[in-house]
C-alpha cells in the first residue's frame, strides 16, 4: 500500500486522480490513518491553515500511526509553491521515523511549473510576478526557493540538480525542467529518503517503480434534473475571471455571500438566516445553485479562515432542508472546513473529470 499524506483537501484529490489514471483502489480519508487493503490511501488534513505546533503535531502523529502497520512508500504531498508549513511537516515526518533525509520537488513541468538555478517559474515568468503574489493568506513575493521554503527548523536545505547527488543529512529541493528531469529525481528514492512534493513528482515516481496508466474511460453523463450545490472558496483570482465570464446555463441561480456576513457586521446572524433561506428558496426554481464571495478577501489569515467557516455553516444548513445529489467544492481550505462540517470522513474517488477535478462517493451517504 502508498500512503499519502497532504497538507490540503484539493492537493489529496489531485493525488486521487493520478491513482484512478493508473487504475489503482484508491480511499482518501479526512485526518485518519487506518489500516486497509487499497492500493493508495491518501490522508487529507488542513495543515496547511493550522498553526505551526498544530501542523507540526498532526503531521508527526500521523506518521507515528503508521509505524504501528506495514505499507510500501510513503509520500508527502505539499502545496506545489510552498504555501503553508512545508519544511516543518517535513522535519515532523523525519523526526517520527528517525530519518534525516528528504527530497522535495515542486516543479510540475506538465502544469508549466519549473524550478531552474534556484528559480521558480510558471510558464516561464517568475512565480512572484504570478497571480499567487495575491494569494489572501500566503502571498508570494519572491521566485527565490530557498527563500520561500524558508530555513527556520535546523534542517540543511541543499538545491539538487537532476544529475546531483543525495549524500548527506538534509531536505533536498529537486530542480526540475522537464519531465525527464523529475524522473531523474523519482530515481534518487531510496529507503533512507522521504519524498515530498507536487503531483507531478508523485507520478513520476509511480513510473519509476514501472506503475503504468490504464485507459481512460469517459465519465458517465450527469443525470438531467439533479439537485446541485456549486461552491467557490478559492483566493486564485484566476478562478473569479472564469466565473465572470461563465455563461451559466439558465437553471443555476447565483447568490453572493452579503455584505453583513463578509464584513462581519451586527447583523451577520440575521444576514445568514435570511441568506440560507434564500438558498433554499431558490431550488424551488433551479437545480443548480451556485454559492460565492463577490469580494476581495484581505491578506488576513484570520478573515479568510472565518469567511470558509460561514461558507460550510451554510452548505451544512442547506443540506438539512434539501436532497443535493452533487455538491462541487472549487477551493482546497473551503472543501476542507466543509466536509469537516458535514462529519464526512471517507471518500471513494469514482473518476477525475479533469486534472485535479475529481467525483468522490461519500462513504455511507
Not at 47 to 53: G, P, W
Not at 155 to 163: A, F, R
Not at 217 to 235: N, R
Not at 297 to 308: A, T, W
Request: hydrophobic share 40%.
Amino acid at each position: 500500500m502508498i500512503v499519502v499524506i497532504a497538507d490540503d483537501f484539493t492537493g489529496a484529490a489531485e493525488i486521487a486522480g493520478l491513482g484512478i489514471q493508473y487504475g489503482l483502489k484508491v480511499t482518501l480519508e479526512l485526518n485518519v490513518v487506518k489500516e486497509t487493503d487499497v492500493d493508495l490511501l491518501i490522508v487529507a488534513t488542513d495543515t496547511r491553515s493550522m498553526n505551526e505546533k498544530d501542523a507540526y503535531q498532526t503531521t508527526r502523529r500521523l506518521k507515528e500511526r503508521l509505524l504501528e502497520f506495514d505499507y510500501d512508500w510513503l509520500f508527502k504531498k505539499t502545496d506545489s509553491v510552498f504555501r503553508g508549513h512545508v519544511l516543518l511537516e517535513i522535519k515532523a515526518l523525519l523526526d517520527a521515523s528517525m530519518k534525516n533525509k528528504a527530497l522535495l520537488v515542486a516543479s510540475n513541468p506538465a502544469l508549466g511549473r519549473k524550478i531552474i538555478n534556484g528559480k521558480y517559474y510558471i510558464n516561464d515568468k517568475p512565480l512572484n510576478e504570478t497571480a499567487f503574489a495575491n494569494d489572501p493568506e500566503y502571498p508570494i513575493k519572491t521566485a527565490d526557493v530557498l527563500e520561500l521554503l524558508g530555513n527556520g527548523e535546523n534542517i540543511p536545505i541543499k538545491l539538487l540538480s537532476p544529475d546531483g547527488a543525495i549524500t548527506g543529512p538534509g531536505v533536498y529541493l529537486g530542480e526540475a525542467g522537464t519531465l525527464g528531469d523529475l524522473k531523474k529525481l523519482a530515481l534518487k528514492i531510496e529507503s533512507d529518503v522521504t519524498p515530498a512534493g507536487a503531483s507531478g513528482f508523485f507520478n513520476a515516481i509511480l513510473e519509476v517503480k514501472g506503475f503504468a496508466k490504464k485507459e481512460v474511460k469517459e465519465p458517465p453523463p450527469p443525470i438531467h434534473g439533479d439537485k446541485y450545490l456549486i461552491v467557490s472558496g478559492s483566493s486564485y483570482s484566476k478562478y473569479d475571471e472564469t466565473i465572470s465570464k461563465t455563461n451559466f446555463e439558465e437553471d443555476t441561480f447565483i447568490s453572493f455571500m452579503p455584505d453583513d456576513i463578509f464584513f462581519d457586521k451586527e447583523n451577520s446572524r440575521q444576514s445568514m438566516v435570511k441568506w440560507i433561506s434564500e438558498i433554499n428558496e431558490a431550488y424551488s426554481k433551479f437545480n443548480r445553485v451556485l454559492i460565492k464571495i463577490d469580494h476581495t478577501v484581505f491578506f488576513d489569515k484570520k478573515i479568510s479562515q472565518r469567511l470558509r467557516q460561514q461558507l460550510a455553516s451554510v452548505v451544512a444548513s442547506v443540506l438539512e432542508s434539501v436532497k443535493i445529489n452533487e455538491l462541487v467544492i472549487e477551493g482546497g481550505d473551503t472543501a476542507y472546513s466543509i466536509v469537516y462540517k458535514l462529519g464526512f470522513s471517507k471518500f471513494v474517488p469514482l473518476f477525475e473529470l479533469a486534472p485535479g477535478v475529481i467525483r468522490m462517493k461519500v462513504e455511507d451517504y
